[in-house]
């Protein structure tokens, strides 16, 4: 037994009308094999938003990588251990060149020709104060905490507010520079006569300049202290 088969009600309607054989083609070419076009669906306002955030994050990631590196942080630089001084390193011997160094510049700080062992006047304190310490000898010799008095060896790091010696028994130590006072030699130079005084007698060889330095007065960075103008003060007692 068959079952009857039911046709489009579109070819229904169009027999009702034209003939079987043209109502076939109609049917055919303008409903059966017709494209259907789709319209897009449209875009959200949570899509739109959420293309523009992605566009700026692009646009902002590819400026960064146009722009220089960032630099370090002090956490970072701390971490990565960059101005720790290796162990290894830690050795005064190591040293003593560049103490020789700050000797020959200390002289042409403090303007020293060669041929006269200049005397200290109030220019050399200023002199002295904008110079460099790295590589100079310094002693402590008063301080609040008494364990700190008698420390003395070659400065490897000048900081703000410290000063790191390595000492002759190849020791690091971190020293501050508040309620410390550090004492410092400046030999003559190699040039330095010792000369005749009026009356005939050879006068004695030129000594070693001694300096005192108040850390409290002295708290800050090398390359500040260059343009720095130092006024006199009032210290107080340690």
Same mark, same amino acid.
């Given at each position: 037994?068959?079952?009857?088969?039911?046709?489009?009600?579109?070819?229904?309607?169009?027999?009702?009308?034209?003939?079987?054989? *043209?109502?076939? &083609?109609?049917?055919? !070419?303008?409903?059966?094999?017709?494209?259907?076009?789709?319209?897009?669906?449209?875009?959200?306002?949570? !899509?739109?938003?959420?293309?523009?955030?992605?566009?700026?994050?692009?646009?902002?990631?590819?400026?960064?990588?146009?722009?220089?590196?960032?630099?370090?942080?002090?956490?970072?630089?701390?971490?990565?251990?960059?101005? %720790?001084?290796?162990?290894? @390193?830690?050795?005064?011997?190591?040293?003593?060149?560049?103490?020789?160094?700050?000797?020959?510049?200390?002289?042409?700080?403090?303007? !020293?020709?060669?041929?006269?062992?200049?005397?200290?006047?109030?220019?050399?304190? &200023?002199?002295?104060?904008?110079?460099? #310490?790295?590589? @100079?000898?310094?002693?402590?010799?008063?301080?609040?905490?008494?364990?700190?008095?008698?420390?003395?060896?070659?400065?490897?790091?000048? $900081?703000?507010? $410290?000063? *790191?010696?390595?000492?002759?028994?190849?020791?690091?130590?971190?020293?501050?520079? *508040?309620?410390?006072? #550090?004492?410092?030699?400046?030999?003559?130079?190699?040039?330095?006569?010792?000369?005749?005084?009026?009356?005939? *007698?050879?006068?004695?060889?030129?000594? =070693?300049?001694?300096?005192?330095?108040?850390?409290?007065? #002295?708290?800050?960075? &090398?390359?500040?202290?260059? =343009?720095?103008? #130092?006024?006199?003060?009032?210290?107080? %007692?340690?």
């Amino acid at each position: 037994m068959t079952t009857p088969t039911t046709s489009h009600i579109a070819l229904d309607l169009l027999r009702e009308v034209h003939p079987p054989a *043209e109502a076939e &083609a109609i049917f055919l !070419d303008k409903v059966k094999r017709k494209p259907v076009y789709l319209r897009p669906t449209e875009p959200s306002a949570a !899509d739109g938003r959420s293309r523009r955030r992605q566009a700026r994050l692009e646009k902002l990631s590819q400026r960064k990588q146009r722009q220089k590196p960032r630099p370090l942080s002090a956490k970072e630089k701390r971490s990565l251990k960059l101005y %720790d001084v290796p162990r290894e @390193a830690q050795k005064y011997h190591i040293y003593e060149p560049l103490h020789r160094m700050w000797i020959g510049y200390i002289h042409e700080v403090l303007g !020293d020709n060669g041929n006269n062992y200049m005397p200290v006047r109030p220019t050399t304190a &200023a002199k002295l104060c904008s110079a460099d #310490f790295h590589g @100079a000898e310094l002693e402590v010799v008063r301080a609040r905490c008494v364990s700190r008095v008698g420390l003395k060896g070659i400065v490897i790091k000048d $900081t703000k507010f $410290t000063f *790191e010696i390595v000492t002759r028994g190849d020791e690091v130590k971190l020293v501050p520079k *508040e309620h410390c006072i #550090f004492r410092f030699e400046v030999p003559p130079p190699p040039g330095a006569s010792v000369g005749l005084e009026e009356d005939g *007698e050879t006068k004695a060889p030129p000594r =070693n300049m001694v300096f005192e330095l108040h850390g409290s007065q #002295f708290e800050n960075r &090398a390359p500040e202290r260059a =343009n720095k103008k #130092f006024k006199q003060k009032n210290l107080p %007692d340690l």
